[in-house]
T-cell receptor, first 112, second 114 residues
Framework: SQKIEQNSEALNIQEGKTATLTCNYTNYSPAYLQWYRQDPGRGPVFLLLIRENEKEKRKERLKVTFDTTLKQSLFHITASQPADSATYLCALVNSNTGKLIFGQGTTLQVKP | EPEVTQTPSHQVTQMGQEVILRCVPISNHLYFYWYRQILGQKVEFLVSFYNNEISEKSEIFDDQFSVERPDGSNFTLKIRSTKLEDSAMYFC????????????FGPGTRLLVL
């Protein structure tokens, strides 16, 4: 079955540094992959979508890469701020129904 | 900015009771979803709904679950006979298309079955 894995250990970094989160998947060839942010007790909030034919996507301080050979996506936050502290979710997209298959998320803590 | 709304924010019920969770998706969206998240676990897909019918459902979405779009604005999830293991946060989401599109999530309904 389709499996998507993110680093379950929390990531603690110092303000101003770059955070890098990893998402690996198996038994699937997604056309798209999305990244969401989730704060405690809240719903996921969409951040970025990357297509299989795109190697890299940027939005302000965010950057996502997608390697379909390695079956891996990397999510980077540059010049991190304490307000970036949250859980970041990777999701595979079923292009017919829109169903999202989420990873368990990686919690990022940015210390001032 | 348009947003998905959900009611109630919290629901406490006794095992075996029926619950209806309500969602108002973004008005011009065509695809609707329910997800759930058990405390400390990942967000899990339950069902997708398009053109007044279910387009996909997960193994979790058994005969105890149903969805309905009773009018042009509401989208509901009904659990007929709740079990303890149904306790979770339930999120509604909507999008303008099935792919290439952001899914907008509501704030969730926290369901506690006693």
């Amino acid at each position: 079955s389709q499996k998507i894995e993110q680093n379950s250990e929390a990531l603690n970094i110092q303000e101003g540094k770059t955070a890098t989160l990893t998402c690996n998947y198996t038994n699937y060839s997604p056309a798209y992959l999305q990244w969401y942010r989730q704060d405690p007790g809240r719903g996921p909030v969409f951040l970025l979508l990357i297509r299989e034919n795109e190697k890299e996507k940027r939005k302000e301080r965010l950057k996502v890469t997608f390697d379909t050979t390695l079956k891996q996506s990397l999510f980077h936050i540059t010049a991190s701020q304490p307000a970036d502290s949250a859980t970041y979710l990777c999701a595979l997209v079923n292009s017919n129904t829109g169903k999202l298959i989420f990873g368990q998320g990686t919690t990022l803590q940015v210390k001032p | 900015e348009p947003e998905v709304t959900q009611t109630p924010s919290h629901q406490v019920t006794q095992m075996g009771q029926e619950v209806i969770l309500r969602c108002v998706p973004i008005s011009n969206h065509l695809y609707f979803y329910w997800y759930r998240q058990i405390l400390g676990q990942k967000v899990e897909f339950l069902v997708s709904f398009y053109n007044n019918e279910i387009s996909e459902k997960s193994e979790i979405f058994d005969d105890q679950f149903s969805v309905e779009r009773p009018d042009g604005s509401n989208f509901t999830l009904k659990i007929r006979s709740t079990k303890l293991e149904d306790s979770a946060m339930y999120f509604c989401a909507s999008s303008g298309a099935a792919n290439q599109e952001t899914q907008y999530f509501g704030p969730g309904t926290r369901l506690l079955v006693l």
